[in-house]
């Protein structure tokens, strides 16, 4: 069995989400369990890059001015006009936890998609990358939206799920369960023993091993659901 054809794409771990000092956190959009996400997501990084595993961060950042924003996500996030995730600010730039080099590959982006208006299908396909590892934030939004995206392409997705993380555990993890229900992609995580560097051998055996106490009882995801709706 071979890595060959994997990448791991880590999606807008920026200062500006993850960081208690953040714009997101300081205008009251915080996400719950960030700091949780960013650790997982070092190991993840560091297992990859050991294995040869081309990883890409995704940026999510605006121009001086954000004529990019669109009313759209304006009206989504007002709070974050005084220049949140501007581009070339800290707020910006990916965590220092996950030790993002200036020769690192990312792609950056003005919408949920990582797929919309970037190079990142080019990219994957100039790497011969076949299957993705996917995690990051806001997992009920630019996460699902980039998951759902590669599906649409063809592209089978392992989302870590430890790796993630919302404004919510409940949205957290009504995304998980929306794109597990539908195949859309393999939902692992590092505390279960995921190692991004062996993507090949984990999957099915991973959530074959799942203490069935740590899933989500079924009542409990119609209440979620019903207090979503």
């Not at 081309?54 to 009206?75: C, K, N, W």
């Not at 974050?80 to 080099?101: F, I, K, T, Y």
């Not at 200036?102 to 100039?126: C, I, N, Y």
């Not at 996460?143 to 995206?149: K, P």
Request: glycine share 8%.
């Amino acid at each position: 069995m071979s890595n060959k054809g994997y990448a791991l794409i880590v999606v807008d771990m920026q200062n500006g989400f993850c960081h208690p000092e953040g714009s997101f956190a300081r205008s009251g959009l915080g996400l719950e369990d960030a700091e949780a996400a960013v650790r997982n997501t070092a190991v993840a990084v560091e297992q990859a890059r050991r294995a040869g595993i081309p990883v890409i961060f995704t940026r999510h950042l605006y121009r001086l001015g954000r004529a990019d924003q669109g009313p759209a996500l304006i009206r989504n996030s007002p709070a974050l006009m005084a220049n949140g995730l501007a581009l070339g600010s800290w707020d910006a730039d990916v965590v220092a936890d996950l030790e993002c080099r200036p020769d690192d590959m990312k792609v950056d982006k003005v919408r949920f998609d990582a797929f919309q208006w970037t190079s990142l299908e080019h990219l994957l396909r100039g790497l011969d990358v076949t299957n993705l590892m996917i995690c990051g934030v806001v997992t009920n939004l630019c996460v699902e939206t980039t998951v759902r995206s590669a599906f649409m392409r063809d592209l089978p997705v392992t989302l870590i799920e430890d790796c993630c993380a919302a404004k919510t555990r409940r949205l957290h993890e009504l995304s998980i369960e929306v794109l597990s229900s539908y195949d859309i992609a393999d939902i692992v995580s590092i505390g279960s023993g995921f190692d991004a560097g062996r993507p090949d051998i984990c999957g099915e055996s991973l959530l074959a091993a799942a203490d069935p106490s740590e899933m989500i009882p079924a009542a409990r995801l119609g209440d979620m659901a019903a207090a979503a709706g």
